[in-house]
């Protein structure tokens, strides 16, 4: 296989329609027309989209975002704000975050930034217990967090969304649309780089005309109903929410408005867990 | 503080992304601490320099740009290693491969073998998921420049990362001759 074309494969990223750039073209051709052109272009996009999930699998150290803040002179801590990416730690209220004088704080992240380390790792134990004791308490309460992370990187995708739908034939047999979907779409495309999520969005269009888009992502989320819900679990003035997560893929789907939800879903009638 | 981003902004700024800039650190750097350093770097360029954001919605595009640079600044005194040349090898590439069939910390062994001007390609394309269109651009060099280092810098993670797995297939068909298999982890488990 010639340099030039086994260059243009590599240079597709997975999930994307790339191949279809002008530029492009002879990997288009050869995608199109020779087997065995396709079989490495269809590896190759296989490849690159575990290898791109497996990138960011590095956790994420307890109270990074606080300790950043800190030497920003920042001393509020993150469990105040809301962090659209979920904070792995839990975003706990660490002891040693206190507002300092701006100039202070921005001298000693130049030259110490070590040393602030180790202070955090001893108060991180203390924390981490605190934490757990926090936990138990608010376990429940916490959980709306995560919901809220969804909704907040729905709203991204759907702001990031182009114009152009593909076939939905050629859409990625790993993110396909489930079977609760009672819709069939009528194009795809990949979730754009709003975040680091990695999915594709289809496009479904009711007997009414009432247009949702279901996002299929690989996203690590706990606590989501194994099913869809009966009712979306958000409803904003001129749209609904409903995500439900099976197989290691997360289904987030974007409605009108809450009345045609059950149009475009199955819904579970068993309660959620 | 006579200039840089609102206290909301920045605090805002640090909840949203500071993971993403993280892993993309580590990524980099391939060690903790560097990551965690270099993260809080970022932050505080970007506490500073806040006005040269033109757009709000670009602001994770920015905050990747500002870690690139404080990467390669850090950088800048280590010999640049080239990637060695690896034929395209159809081979290489597992028929089936799930996410799972990757071992993180073997992906990462395989970054830290490269050179920047490899490793910086590769993570753009597949931390930032930029076309190679995006990266040329970013990094002022031709796009075919580009393409030829994605796919040398591509062939390398394979290879390296398939021999990687023989080694282990290796070593537990050894263990195994030994009767010990049962405590060995398989090295394709990710590790999370």
């Given at each position: 296989m010639e340099k030039r074309l086994i260059e243009g494969i590599e240079a597709c990223r997975p999930l994307s329609d790339d191949v279809h750039w002008a530029e492009l073209s002879e990997v288009a051709r050869g995608v199109q027309d020779d087997p065995q052109t396709r079989v490495v272009y269809q590896r190759i996009q296989q490849w690159d989209a575990a290898v791109s999930a497996t990138m960011e699998q590095v956790p994420v150290p307890a109270g990074l975002g606080d300790r950043i803040l800190e030497r920003l002179g920042r001393g509020q801590p993150l469990s105040q704000t809301q962090s659209a990416a979920g904070e792995q730690s839990g975003a706990m209220v660490l002891p040693w975050v206190e507002a300092q004088p701006d100039g202070a704080s921005v001298e000693m992240a130049r030259v110490a930034p070590r040393f602030s380390r180790r202070q955090s790792l001893g108060a991180l134990v203390a924390a981490l217990a605190a934490g757990l004791v926090f936990a138990a308490f608010l376990g429940k309460w916490l959980q709306p967090r995560s919901d809220s992370s969804i909704e907040t990187l729905a709203d991204g995708w759907q702001q990031a969304l182009g114009p152009k739908w593909q076939d939905?034939?050629?859409?990625?047999r790993a993110l396909a649309v489930p079977s609760a979907i009672i819709v069939p779409p009528t194009g795809w495309q990949a979730i754009g780089n709003y975040s680091s999520v990695r999915g594709v969005a289809y496009q479904l269009v009711d007997a009414k005309g009432n247009i949702a888009t279901l996002y299929v992502v690989r996203l690590a989320q706990s606590g989501l109903p194994a099913a869809p819900p009966t009712a979306p679990q958000s409803t904003t003035g001129n749209k609904a929410i409903g995500y439900w997560q099976s197989g290691g893929v997360t289904y987030v789907l974007v409605v009108p408005n809450e009345r045609s939800y059950r149009t475009f879903v199955n819904a579970s009638q068993r309660p959620l867990a | 503080m006579a200039e840089g981003a609102a206290p909301q902004d920045i605090v805002r700024m640090v909840a949203d992304h500071h993971q993403a800039l993280y892993r993309y650190a580590y990524r980099l750097t391939g060690s903790a601490p560097d990551a965690e350093d270099l993260t809080q770097q970022v932050f505080l360029i970007a506490q500073q320099k806040s006005n040269q954001l033109r757009q709000a919605e670009c602001v994770r595009s920015w905050l990747f740009t500002i870690l690139r640079n404080c990467y390669l600044k850090s950088q800048r005194q280590r010999l640049l290693l080239s990637t060695a040349h690896y034929d395209f090898d159809i081979n290489a590439i597992p028929e089936e491969v799930i996410?799972?069939?990757?071992?993180s910390e073997q992906l990462q062994a395989a970054i830290n073998a490269l050179g920047d001007e490899f490793k910086l390609v590769v993570l753009m394309f597949y931390?930032?998921?930029?076309?190679y269109r995006d990266i040329a651009e970013a990094l002022a060099v031709p796009p075919g420049t580009v393409m030829s280092r994605l796919a040398r810098a591509k062939a390398h993670l394979r290879h390296f990362l398939c021999e990687a797995q023989e080694q282990q297939t290796i070593r537990e068909d050894s263990m195994e001759v030994n009767g010990s298999m049962t405590t060995y982890r398989k090295p394709w488990v990710v590790r999370r």
């Open positions: 939905v034939q050629r859409a990625p | 996410e799972s069939n990757i071992d931390f930032e998921h930029r076309s």
